[in-house]
C-alpha cells in the first residue's frame, strides 16, 4: 500500500511509484505522464494514435537500474475504448489494442493524460477482442472512455502485435 494508495489526492504531488525494472531504461513517471529517455508517452500517443509503442534497453532486474546489453523493453500505450460494469458487479475496461497478445506487466498498468484524485478500484481488462482473455488491474475510479493508459512489457514489441483486426475496431 503506498501513499497515493491511501491519500489519492496527494497524486496532484507525487507520481504513483512505479517498479523501474518493468519499464525500459531512463524511465520516469511525472504527475500525469511517463517520460522515457525524454520522450513523453502522452505526446508520442498524440502524434502517432495508439496504440503506440516505445521500445528501449531493458534494465537488468533487481539490479539497481544496471542497463541490459541484450533484453529490451516496450512501454505500450492503449486508450480506453469503453468502461462498463458487468452483472457480477464488475468494473470492465476494454482498450484499443490486444494486449493478450504480448506479455504486459499488468500490475505496472497506469493512467498518463490527467490526473485523477479517485480511489483505485480493481478493473477487469480486456485483453483481446473478444473471449476470456482477462487481467485485473487497480486504476482510478473515475476511468473513462478516451483515457490513456501505459503498461510495460519486457521484448521488442512491434504496434502490429498490438492492433485489433480491422472488422473488430
Do not use: K, Y
Not at 20 to 28: G, K, L, N
Not at 102 to 109: D, F, G, M
Not at 115 to 142: F, K, Y
Amino acid at each position: 500500500m503506498t501513499l497515493t494508495d491511501i491519500l489519492p489526492s496527494m497524486r496532484r504531488v507525487i507520481a504513483d511509484p512505479f517498479v523501474p525494472d518493468a519499464w525500459p531504461e531512463r524511465t520516469r513517471p511525472t504527475l500525469d505522464d511517463v517520460v522515457i529517455g525524454g520522450v513523453s508517452l502522452v505526446r508520442l500517443a498524440s502524434i502517432c494514435e495508439t496504440p503506440c509503442v516505445h521500445t528501449g534497453a531493458a534494465l537488468v532486474p533487481r539490479s539497481g537500474g544496471r542497463v541490459s546489453t541484450v533484453d529490451d523493453a516496450t512501454a505500450i500505450v492503449v486508450t480506453v475504448s469503453n468502461v462498463c460494469r458487468h452483472s457480477s458487479g464488475a468494473i470492465v475496461v476494454q482498450v484499443d489494442a490486444r494486449l493478450g497478445a504480448v506479455p504486459v506487466a499488468i500490475r505496472e498498468l497506469r493512467l498518463i493524460g490527467r490526473i485523477s484524485t479517485a480511489h483505485d478500484v480493481a478493473m477487469v481488462i480486456g485483453l483481446q477482442d473478444e473471449g476470456p482473455d482477462l487481467a485485473v488491474a487497480d486504476l482510478p475510479g473515475d476511468l473513462r472512455i478516451g483515457d490513456l493508459l501505459a503498461v510495460p512489457c519486457p521484448g521488442d514489441i512491434t504496434v502490429g502485435r498490438l492492433r485489433r483486426h480491422p472488422s473488430r475496431r
